[in-house]
């Protein structure tokens, strides 16, 4: 079993910076085929916000585009940059990883359990 846990959330004012880290954890891991980060905001649906492949192409919301920078790291960790933010920002975030464990030919999408992070005065 791959268990995903997301860090780094928190009370950040109007235009700060935070950052977010998930990290996955197993044994048996043989590849993250790639990442993503989610939202879910106070009221609303969950959405994607930002992904980055195996080979380290990234992609982002409109939202978020300019703003948040996707990376990642060999030690099976991603981390979301997330600068200027404002406080339709306000959400749970997390992380996504497909995760490819030893002896099987793909991998399946695990979730973390998400971090608050809320942008305010």
């Known amino acids: 079993q791959v268990h995903l846990e997301e860090s780094g959330g928190g009370l950040v004012q109007p235009g700060g910076s935070l950052r977010l880290s998930c990290a996955a954890s197993?044994?048996?891991?043989?590849?993250?085929?790639?990442w993503s980060w989610y939202r879910q905001g106070p009221g609303k649906e969950r959405e994607w916000v930002a992904r980055?492949?195996?080979?380290?192409?990234t992609d982002y919301s409109e939202q978020v585009n300019d703003r948040f920078t996707i990376s990642s790291d060999d030690a099976n960790r991603v981390y979301l940059q997330m600068n200027s933010v404002k406080p339709e920002d306000t959400a749970v975030y997390y992380c996504?990883?497909?995760?490819?464990?030893?002896?099987?030919?793909?991998?399946?999408?695990?979730w973390g359990q998400g971090t608050q992070v809320t942008v305010s005065s």
């Open positions: 197993s044994e048996s891991i043989f590849s993250i085929n790639w």
């Open positions: 996504v990883g497909n995760v490819r464990i030893v002896g099987e030919l793909h991998g399946q999408d695990y």
């Open positions: 980055i492949t195996g080979g380290g192409v």
